[in-house]
């Protein structure tokens, strides 16, 4: 999505939230003048079309079912990381192909991801300006900068609000056949889960869920349908479910001792 697309969603998202698009920009300068000296770190965007590009690419949210979501299943195609995410995916020994985040996670994964190659797309808005000058000289591989706002040298706006549909929007920037969502638990009505990200966390969710339906370059799936098809259960019908199901199945496939999805 381009910025001036993207910009009047940018502009709803934080008059509901109440924050600052100034502070948003003095963190994005400040991040840009960071990467100023790492111009051999910065990934080319070319790179990130082909990782994208008429790829099937699953995009991993630190949602509560993610753990469950990924046992006995080994995922081929191109791997995008929601911050949090990538710690849970890694340690289930999946490797992202692509991080991005605010850095309000486990860095200290990310750093160890990004040293063995993952691109780390590091988001810099209003809050996180600590976190910015602490962790960013501490990445060692290629990187990219993103803001919420106006992009500027170095710092990248695809669009997307919170880590998770910062991904899809990603994808669909550099247009990815299809982007398959695992652990987005919109639809989570446990109540221990709600009282633990508090109404804030929920607000954001809400909005990522919501901008997402801008997305209109690629298709976008839910895991948990897409296995239920794999499985032979019923659901509601997907589009183009034949070519879709195809290509899930061979992106991946659960091992010999596992064969239900969660």
Sequence with gaps: MQFDVWENYYKAVIQSMGYDRDRDEIVAHQLSNLLEDREDQLVPLDRLRDLLEKKHVFVFGDGPSLEDDIKGFDFRSTKVAADGAASK?????????????????????QVEANRNGAIVIIHAHGDNQDLVKRWVPQFEGPILGSPPSTPIDRVHDFGGFTDGDRCAFLCDHFDAASIIL????????DQEYLKRIGPT?????????MILAALEDSEIFFFEDLVEVFHGDEVMPLTEADGIVEDFVSAFSPTPDDDTAS
């Design 89 to 109: 995916i890694m340690d289930a020994g999946i490797m992202p192909d692509i991080i991005v985040t605010d850095l309000d996670g486990k860095v200290e994964d």
């Design 182 to 189: 695992v652990a987005f638990n919109f639809d989570d009505t």
């Design 201 to 209: 966390k929920l607000k954001k969710l809400t909005w990522g869920g």
